[in-house]
């Protein structure tokens, strides 16, 4: 059997818009390298990469999936990820253990946000790319004005390297611009280039000579002496230039008729790096470090897996060295001894077992204690830390209600479970309302959670908005006095207090203040009188939300003998201060976040408008690179979905944060709204 390591792997990410076509890339690809004996369909569920029962029932990808193929002797692991936005966790993942990408564009589409997205992704880690245009059998389908965005867009590095014979239903086949040769059907049958197309060939294997000839000045001299470049000068420049970022090969076909997929896998081996050429990135060593096979185990864990019949399954990629089946390893990250059992190759949800790992491969394996997304696996004699990646921050939270009793014994360790899967989830309690706050990148991304909770947990939830912590707090100094008094036989119950209370500057939270002199309250009694006021402060009187910014002074008072205790000052005390609360003018309060809104220029008008409706107050814009970011304070409970707000005005090109800043008065009609709804709730 063929050993694969650093020289003859290539580890590619696939990429792309939603709907461009990236499984069914993947499943050409399979199909043409014969790791699969027939080609599934994303519309019948059958493909190798999108087995999950929620991936089969939304016809599209949610979690990153490997498959591994061989061509000549390259093994190739595809790594087919999500192109939906919500799901861009495993896009980052895929993305950070591989040295290559493919980015997929729908010939009848063109370039979308998706596509604008993982292209800036690729540009922030330098990951070199080549870009398949896919589907050309649609109606629409124009290969030339895509180009023409690409270019528009990304800049004239977009080279194509193939043209399309014909388009839509008179798509037929490829032209390879390097071989000179046409290729036509599934079976790249050789065949002559059509008359029709010399001028448009001429013209790009002009353009693409010149794009290979740019990085190599012996290339660049030759070229402009006017000789004539070999097939293996212009392969040799164009990998050079892929591998510096100065050249996007453009390659095209169709997935679903498998036309192109054999080709886009040779280009794929012939100009993408090899895990060899790319350094390793380690924390504390700005400029990586050499991969080698000798060299002591390091690996990166790209993803976790809760599977609830094999357990946790740990997918990692190994960057030097080699990782055996049962042996024992050191988890660097959390210090600790981490037993490796049984390893696997993925394909899918295959799980083939292998007796060893060598570096530049990805694999699996089952049941590990400690190790986490994100860990490095090394050994302990000589531990290092890998970069991990870094994942988008939650934007969008609903609270998270468990259906049964049964449900809700089970829903924290399953919660826990989920957040480990992914870590673009979150969960915290909320203190204020008392909720259980669920977070991740938005409403698709959430029910998927859920469903996932019931399926792979049994836990049924339901999930609503959550809950606004509104405060209350007075606007006037006031005079309070209670008296408890209860005569019963035996000891009574005597209790009497008098407050001061007075409004504190906004933020200041709450003050209790003991200003009794000459004993008219005897000294033990005072704590049970600020427990008292504390208990009292947890629920106002407009709408039972807590008091805040207020200060409580027990000023006067009096004591029986026999039948005070604490429990009557403590009584004596809440009482007192209820009622102050009536007398000094109570208002509700808000919370207000900052808000910082990254958009494109084009948008700008359209985010201000919408903004002013949520009673917001812009503070100002700052223009960054094509981009502008727009900072406001605005009321949290106007802000709760602005996910799902900001993604269809800016039809998914914009981005967000909060962070909390303050309590406001809410306006009186708001205010009275607030009120209304939580007294009928309390009922």
């Given at each position: 059997?063929?050993?694969?390591?650093?020289?003859?792997?290539?580890?590619?990410?696939?990429?792309?818009?939603?709907?461009?076509?990236?499984?069914?890339?993947?499943?050409?690809?399979?199909?043409?390298?014969?790791?699969?004996?027939?080609?599934?369909?994303?519309?019948?569920?059958?493909?190798?990469?999108?087995?999950?029962?929620?991936?089969?029932?939304?016809?599209?990808?949610?979690?990153?999936?490997?498959?591994?193929?061989?061509?000549?002797?390259?093994?190739?692991?595809?790594?087919?990820?999500?192109?939906?936005?919500?799901?861009?966790?495993?896009?980052?993942?895929?993305?950070?253990?591989?040295?290559?990408?493919?980015?997929?564009?729908?010939?009848?589409?063109?370039?979308?946000?998706?596509?604008?997205?993982?292209?800036?992704?690729?540009?922030?880690?330098?990951?070199?790319?080549?870009?398949?245009?896919?589907?050309?059998?649609?109606?629409?389908?124009?290969?030339?004005?895509?180009?023409?965005?690409?270019?528009?867009?990304?800049?004239?590095?977009?080279?194509?390297?193939?043209?399309?014979?014909?388009?839509?239903?008179?798509?037929?086949?490829?032209?390879?611009?390097?071989?000179?040769?046409?290729?036509?059907?599934?079976?790249?049958?050789?065949?002559?280039?059509?008359?029709?197309?010399?001028?448009?060939?001429?013209?790009?294997?002009?353009?693409?000579?010149?794009?290979?000839?740019?990085?190599?000045?012996?290339?660049?001299?030759?070229?402009?002496?006017?000789?004539?470049?070999?097939?293996?000068?212009?392969?040799?420049?164009?990998?050079?230039?892929?591998?510096?970022?100065?050249?996007?090969?453009?390659?095209?076909?169709?997935?679903?008729?498998?036309?192109?997929?054999?080709?886009?896998?040779?280009?794929?081996?012939?100009?993408?790096?090899?895990?060899?050429?790319?350094?390793?990135?380690?924390?504390?060593?700005?400029?990586?470090?050499?991969?080698?096979?000798?060299?002591?185990?390091?690996?990166?864990?790209?993803?976790?897996?809760?599977?609830?019949?094999?357990?946790?399954?740990?997918?990692?990629?190994?960057?030097?060295?080699?990782?055996?089946?049962?042996?024992?390893?050191w988890n660097a990250t959390h210090q600790g001894v981490e037993r490796i059992g049984q390893l696997f190759v993925l394909k899918g949800k295959t799980q083939e077992p292998v007796p060893q790992l060598k570096a530049g491969d990805i694999g699996a394996v089952?049941?590990?204690?400690?190790?986490?997304?994100?860990?490095?696996?090394?050994?302990?004699?000589?531990?290092?830390?890998?970069?991990?990646?870094?994942?988008?921050?939650?934007?969008?939270?609903?609270?998270?209600?468990?259906?049964?009793?049964?449900?809700?014994?089970?829903?924290?360790?399953?919660?826990?479970?989920?957040?480990?899967?992914?870590?673009?989830?979150?969960?915290?309690?909320?203190?204020?309302?008392?909720?259980?706050?669920?977070?991740?990148?938005?409403?698709?991304?959430?029910?998927?959670?859920?469903?996932?909770?019931?399926?792979?947990?049994?836990?049924?939830?339901?999930?609503?908005?959550?809950?606004?912590?509104?405060?209350?707090?007075?606007?006037?100094?006031?005079?309070?006095?209670?008296?408890?008094?209860?005569?019963?036989?035996?000891?009574?119950?005597?209790?009497?207090?008098?407050?001061?209370?007075?409004?504190?500057?906004?933020?200041?939270?709450?003050?209790?203040?003991?200003?009794?002199?000459?004993?008219?309250?005897?000294?033990?009694?005072?704590?049970?009188?600020?427990?008292?006021?504390?208990?009292?402060?947890?629920?106002?009187?407009?709408?039972?939300?807590?008091?805040?910014?207020?200060?409580?002074?027990?000023?006067?008072?009096?004591?029986?003998?026999?039948?005070?205790?604490?429990?009557?000052?403590?009584?004596?005390?809440?009482?007192?201060?209820?009622?102050?609360?009536?007398?000094?003018?109570?208002?509700?309060?808000?919370?207000?976040?900052?808000?910082?809104?990254?958009?494109?220029?084009?948008?700008?008008?359209?985010?201000?408008?919408?903004?002013?409706?949520?009673?917001?107050?812009?503070?100002?814009?700052?223009?960054?690179?094509?981009?502008?970011?727009?900072?406001?304070?605005?009321?949290?409970?106007?802000?709760?979905?602005?996910?799902?707000?900001?993604?269809?005005?800016?039809?998914?090109?914009?981005?967000?944060?909060?962070?909390?800043?303050?309590?406001?008065?809410?306006?009186?009609?708001?205010?009275?709204?607030?009120?209304?709804?939580?007294?009928?709730?309390?009922?």
């Amino acid at each position: 059997m063929q050993e694969y390591g650093l020289d003859n792997i290539r580890n590619i990410v696939l990429l792309g818009h939603g709907s461009s076509g990236k499984t069914s890339l993947a499943e050409a690809a399979l199909f043409t390298t014969k790791a699969v004996t027939r080609l599934g369909k994303v519309d019948e569920g059958n493909t190798v990469s999108d087995y999950d029962p929620d991936e089969v029932k939304r016809k599209m990808s949610i979690n990153l999936s490997v498959l591994p193929c061989y061509r000549d002797d390259i093994k190739i692991n595809l790594v087919d990820t999500p192109g939906y936005p919500e799901f861009n966790g495993e896009v980052k993942a895929g993305m950070r253990v591989c040295e290559g990408a493919v980015i997929v564009v729908c010939a009848a589409s063109g370039v979308e946000v998706g596509t604008e997205q993982v292209w800036s992704y690729c540009e922030q880690v330098n990951l070199p790319r080549l870009v398949f245009i896919n589907k050309m059998e649609r109606e629409n389908a124009d290969f030339y004005r895509t180009l023409e965005q690409l270019r528009a867009l990304f800049g004239i590095r977009c080279v194509p390297i193939q043209l399309p014979v014909g388009a839509q239903a008179d798509f037929k086949g490829i032209v390879d611009l390097l071989a000179m040769k046409s290729y036509l059907g599934s079976s790249l049958e050789e065949a002559e280039i059509p008359a029709s197309m010399q001028g448009d060939v001429d013209s790009y294997r002009e353009k693409l000579i010149e794009a290979a000839a740019e990085v190599d000045d012996t290339l660049i001299e030759k070229y402009l002496g006017g000789e004539e470049l070999t097939v293996e000068e212009i392969g040799r420049g164009l990998r050079q230039a892929v591998a510096s970022g100065k050249a996007m090969p453009i390659l095209v076909g169709s997935a679903l008729q498998n036309v192109g997929a054999s080709l886009l896998l040779g280009a794929a081996s012939a100009y993408l790096p090899a895990p060899r050429e790319c350094k390793v990135l380690v924390e504390g060593e700005s400029a990586g470090v050499e991969p080698s096979e000798d060299a002591p185990l390091a690996a990166l864990v790209l993803k976790t897996s809760a599977d609830p019949y094999v357990g946790k399954l740990t997918y990692f990629r190994v960057y030097n060295g080699s990782i055996s089946s049962n042996s024992q390893i050191w988890n660097a990250t959390h210090q600790g001894v981490e037993r490796i059992g049984q390893l696997f190759v993925l394909k899918g949800k295959t799980q083939e077992p292998v007796p060893q790992l060598k570096a530049g491969d990805i694999g699996a394996v089952a049941k590990l204690n400690v190790t986490g997304t994100g860990n490095t696996l090394s050994t302990r004699e000589k531990p290092v830390k890998i970069v991990p990646a870094t994942f988008p921050e939650p934007v969008f939270a609903q609270a998270v209600y468990p259906k049964t009793k049964a449900d809700v014994d089970k829903l924290g360790a399953s919660l826990s479970r989920l957040v480990e899967e992914d870590p673009t989830l979150s969960v915290r309690r909320a203190h204020d309302t008392g909720e259980t706050i669920v977070s991740g990148l938005g409403e698709t991304h959430l029910e998927v959670a859920a469903e996932k909770l019931l399926r792979k947990f049994g836990v049924a939830v339901e999930m609503d908005t959550p809950g606004v912590p509104y405060r209350e707090t007075i606007t006037v100094p006031a005079k309070a006095e209670y008296k408890h008094k209860k005569q019963t036989g035996g000891h009574g119950q005597y209790g009497h207090v008098l407050l001061e209370m007075e409004p504190l500057p906004r933020g200041n939270g709450n003050e209790f203040e003991d200003r009794i002199v000459g004993g008219t309250i005897p000294k033990n009694y005072i704590p049970a009188v600020e427990k008292g006021v504390n208990e009292a402060v947890q629920e106002g009187i407009l709408a039972r939300y807590p008091v805040i910014d207020v200060k409580a002074t027990v000023y006067d008072g009096s004591f029986h003998p026999v039948d005070s205790s604490e429990i009557c000052f403590k009584i004596a005390g809440a009482q007192a201060f209820k009622k102050g609360l009536s007398q000094a003018q109570a208002i509700l309060l808000e919370p207000i976040v900052n808000i910082k809104v990254t958009v494109p220029q084009d948008f700008t008008g359209d985010i201000i408008a919408d903004l002013n409706t949520k009673r917001a107050r812009v503070q100002g814009m700052n223009p960054e690179g094509g981009v502008n970011v727009i900072e406001a304070q605005v009321p949290m409970a106007e802000v709760q979905r602005y996910a799902i707000d900001l993604r269809s005005i800016t039809q998914g090109r914009g981005s967000y944060k909060t962070e909390f800043s303050h309590y406001e008065e809410v306006p009186a009609q708001v205010s009275q709204k607030i009120i209304a709804e939580r007294q009928a709730q309390k009922a």
